[in-house]
C-alpha cells in the first residue's frame, strides 16, 4: 500500500525559509521521479518541482519558485525534501508529495495522496 506522509509546515513570515519532508512507503521509491505540488485555496492543484529518480539530472521547478526552492531526496531513507527560502505570501498552500510520471511530466503516478503539510506565508 502506498503512502506519502508530509511534514514540516508551518507558518513564517515573509522572507523566511521552511523544510518540507516526504516519507513515501508502498513502492520502489528509487525507481521513481518525485515531484512536490501545492494546492492553495480554491486552487487547483500544481506542480512544484520534480526529481529525477536517481537525482542526477536538474530539478524541474516552477518558474515561480526557481532560484527559491531546492528539492531533494534520499533513496536510501525513502524521502524527497523541499528546502523553501525567501517565502511569499502567493506560496501560501497545502503542499503534497508524488510520484511523478517524468522530470517533465508532472503527471502524478499514485491516485491516493497524502494529507499534505500546510504552509503560511504571513506577517
Known amino acids: 500500500q502506498v503512502q506519502l506522509v508530509e511534514s514540516g509546515g508551518g507558518l513564517v513570515q515573509p522572507g523566511g525559509s521552511l523544510r518540507l519532508s516526504c516519507a513515501a512507503s508502498?513502492?520502489?521509491?528509487?525507481?521513481?521521479?518525485m515531484a512536490w505540488y501545492r494546492q492553495g485555496h480554491g486552487k487547483e492543484r500544481e506542480l512544484v518541482a520534480v526529481i529525477s529518480s536517481s537525482a542526477g539530472a536538474y530539478p524541474n521547478y516552477a518558474d515561480s519558485v526557481e532560484g527559491r526552492f531546492t528539492v531533494s531526496r534520499d533513496n536510501f531513507e525513502n524521502a524527497v525534501y523541499l528546502q523553501m527560502k525567501d517565502l511569499k505570501p502567493e506560496d501560501t498552500a497545502m503542499y503534497y508529495c508524488n510520484a511523478a510520471q517524468g522530470l517533465y511530466n508532472a503527471r502524478p503516478i499514485w491516485g491516493s495522496w497524502g494529507q499534505g503539510t500546510q504552509v503560511i506565508v504571513a506577517s
Open positions: 508502498g513502492f520502489s521509491f528509487r525507481s521513481y521521479a
